[in-house]
Nanobody, 120 residues
Framework: VQLQASGGGVVQAGGSLRLSCAVSGSFFSIVDMGWYRQAPGKQRELVARITSGDSTNYADSVKGRFTISRDNAKNTVNLQMNSLKPEDTAVYYC???????????????WGQGTQVTVSS
């Protein structure tokens, strides 16, 4: 399994960015996909997740500003980030739980991070 993330960059406070992550490789199904972030000196934290049934959950700090969506046909997850704040600055990581067969437990895989910098 491989994850290809894109869309990071530098934006001013109040601006928007869209992150995308595509899953490729051999797997039976995707259980859920999500985005995490890690700021300097802080632990990695959940930003948003979406299940195969389109159930979502968000960190309180991004509710109302970020929207996660997925394209099941393309095995892609997107994160639309609006009203960005300097405290959103972090390395954002794509994550996927997938199964290689119906009877196997989900496997966990992380993509390479993409930097998001929000200037004040």
């Amino acid at each position: 399994v491989q994850l290809q993330a894109s869309g990071g960059g530098v934006v001013q406070a109040g601006g928007s960015l869209r992150l995308s992550c595509a899953v490729s490789g051999s797997f039976f199904s995707i259980v859920d996909m999500g985005w995490y972030r890690q700021a300097p000196g802080k632990q990695r934290e959940l930003v948003a997740r979406i299940t195969s049934g389109d159930s979502t959950n968000y960190a309180d700090s991004v509710k109302g500003r970020f929207t996660i969506s997925r394209d099941n046909a393309k095995n892609t997850v997107n994160l639309q980030m609006n009203s960005l704040k300097p405290e959103d600055t972090a390395v954002y990581y794509c994550n996927v739980h997938y199964k290689i067969a119906t009877w196997t437990p989900p496997a966990n895989y992380w993509g390479q991070g993409t930097q998001v910098t929000v200037s004040s």
